[in-house]
Nanobody, 131 residues
């Protein structure tokens, strides 16, 4: 059974940094791409970033590009999201999700597959950016 457990959320001020973690179990973590998505208050799910199975390929939403860094440690079955220069609009519940693919293909299915109700996703961690 796939289990994804996010941690590291909290209250930060604009400009601060925060690192989220996602501990994965129940599947061969090293064989799958992974994704971070978020949901702001009153909004739908938004794709944030994805990383390929080996970590060599990454992709980011324009809203977080050059501020967020996605990484993974396949020896620890853990996914990370380093969030720098936080903005109030980054306030959201952040979820990690398991992709059905291993590589980040040009069709960018990884950026939308989280919308499939069958895509495994954690319960999320709250990040609030406020002064």
């Amino acid at each position: 059974q796939v289990q994804l457990v996010e941690s590291g959320g909290g209250l930060v001020q604009p400009g601060d940094s925060l690192r989220l973690s996602c501990a994965a179990s129940g599947f061969a973590f090293r064989n799958y791409a992974m994704t971070w998505v978020r949901q702001a208050p009153g909004e739908g799910l938004e794709w944030v970033s994805s990383i390929s199975f080996g970590g060599s390929s990454t992709d980011y939403a324009d809203s977080v590009k050059d501020r967020f860094i996605i990484t993974r440690d396949n020896t620890r079955n853990t996914l990370y999201l380093q969030m720098n220069n936080k903005k109030p609009e980054d306030t959201a519940v952040y979820y990690c999700a398991k992709s059905a693919v291993s590589a980040l293909g040009v069709d960018r299915k990884y950026a939308s597959e989280f919308r499939d109700p069958g895509t495994p996703r954690g319960k999320g961690t709250q990040v609030t950016v406020s002064s």
